[in-house]
């Protein structure tokens, strides 16, 4: 594994603009839901470190791992590394913050974003506790060559065959209990596909970072023929529930091509097929004050949201113009399925679409989400998918898609159990057609037993 180093000012801010107005739906949505009792959007991924593989830098000059922040404050962190990974990259922050770009979109109070040399570290700290959105986002990373000159890069496939490991050192000075919500992030370079996992400070706050630091895993496909890879750490805090003044610090990241068979063999969990009309408990959900799909209901093809019809339009919400823009709904079930922590899921969703016949009309689909949390709503995990262009992984009419996904559940929340949604997510500032339907065929869920 290659330790970046990136002493220039970062050259791929407008490739973030887009990252951060995405960024901004969803955090709106995402706040939505939580009030709306599903915690649905935002999710932990953390653990206590253990000793396994995975992708804590490597010094090979010397011939140990590197300390991040200093060693005071990662005991613990150097002893876990049992082989490395050269095919990875790391970011440590030792000597800048090698060309990851901090954001605070429009729209949302202030978020101080700050480099710090002493801690070797990045920073967030919120302003309010109500309407404060702040990411720091990596340089493009490509896969198997740089995207820009000197840039990083992985060496690995892409599509559903591959997958990847990133791992997030994290910490806080707050109590666990009212710790802003965080989020780690993976997408493609394009934007096309984002695996995100994220998490609240609900009760204890038992998946959030506090000090010393925690390692947040976060495993992730790319899509077939992905160029390049972005990874983002991000902190809301939006509930009204959790402190402002708090600083997140981020000290580390890193990005390994993996292999499922390290983790185990797949065990069935749950098979759904949602092709005769068959609702199996999920309900349609919405999340106001953001207007609502106009339409949902199950048929032959599964379970479908569509935001207007063809000739209707949206009525729009007053207040926050983010809203006013956007439509959110979801189809969403509680299930009795236990969630077992420490524990590697795999899940795949299969998706078609009513509106989009040809190969051009994909582009104009709306975005998506397939989603999973567990019932304490301290964590979840999703895949957002956005239509990009004509070469994008988007179902048609006739032709759906499959998606796979994994989330490794932090020991915290054994015991729990599941809860699945299949969002629709409209805003207007897109060039998504709102009258085109989105539809859940089917939905699998394994374990991955060592």
Not at 303 to 312: C, D, E, H, Y
């Amino acid at each position: 594994m290659n330790t970046y180093r990136h002493n220039s000012p970062a050259t791929h801010i407008v490739r973030l603009c887009a990252s951060a107005w995405r960024a901004c739906r969803d955090a709106f949505s995402l706040a939505v839901a939580v009030m709306v009792c599903l915690g649905a959007n935002l999710s932990a991924a953390g653990e206590p470190v253990e000793r396994v593989q995975h992708a804590i830098a490597w010094d090979a000059a010397r011939g140990q791992p590197v300390l991040f922040g200093g060693q005071d404050r990662t005991r613990g962190f150097a002893d876990t590394l049992i082989r490395t990974l050269p095919a990875g990259i790391a970011f440590d922050f030792s000597e800048s913050e090698q060309g990851w770009v901090f954001g605070n979109p429009p729209g949302f109070s202030k978020v101080e974003g700050s480099y710090k040399p002493g801690m070797r570290s990045l920073s967030l700290i919120p302003s309010d506790n109500r309407n404060s959105f702040g990411f720091w986002g990596s340089p493009p990373i490509g896969v198997n060559e740089p995207m820009e000159p000197g840039g990083p890069s992985v060496r690995g496939g892409t599509g559903d065959g591959q997958l990847y490991l990133a791992e997030f050192l994290a910490a806080s000075d707050g109590r666990p209990a009212r710790v802003p919500d965080m989020r780690t992030r993976t997408s493609s370079a394009d934007f096309h596909r984002s695996d995100v996992i994220a998490f609240i400070s609900v009760g204890r706050g038992d998946v959030s970072p506090a000090e010393p630091p925690r390692l947040y895993r976060h495993f992730f496909l790319l899509p077939q023929n992905a160029d390049g890879l972005g990874l983002h750490w991000d902190m809301l805090n939006t509930s009204g529930m959790t402190d402002a003044g708090v600083e997140l610090e981020l000290l580390h990241a890193s990005a390994v091509p993996t292999e499922e068979s390290l983790y185990g063999s797949p065990e069935p969990v749950m098979r759904l097929s949602f092709r005769d009309g068959e609702a199996f408990g999920f309900t349609p959900r919405t999340g106001a004050p953001i207007p609502p799909p106009a339409e949902f209901r199950p048929d032959a093809r599964g379970l479908l949201i569509r935001g207007t019809t063809p000739s209707g339009k949206a009525e729009p919400a007053s207040g926050n113009p983010w809203l006013s823009s956007m439509i959110f709904g979801f189809w969403g079930r509680e299930t009795s399925v236990p969630v077992r922590g420490g524990t590697l899921y795999r899940f795949e969703w299969t998706v078609e679409t009513d509106g989009a016949a040809t190969l051009q009309s994909r582009v104009h689909v709306p975005t998506f989400r397939l989603r999973v949390n567990d019932s304490s709503h301290q964590t979840s995990y999703y895949i957002n998918i956005d239509s990009r262009d004509e070469t994008s992984r988007i179902p048609r009419d006739g032709r759906p898609e499959t998606y796979v996904g994994y989330f490794k559940t932090p020991p915290e929340i054994d015991g729990g159990t599941w809860i699945l949604s299949f969002d629709y997510l409209y805003a207007a500032e897109s060039d998504d057609n709102p009258s085109i339907a989105i539809i859940l065929k089917e939905f699998r869920m394994d374990k991955l037993r060592p």
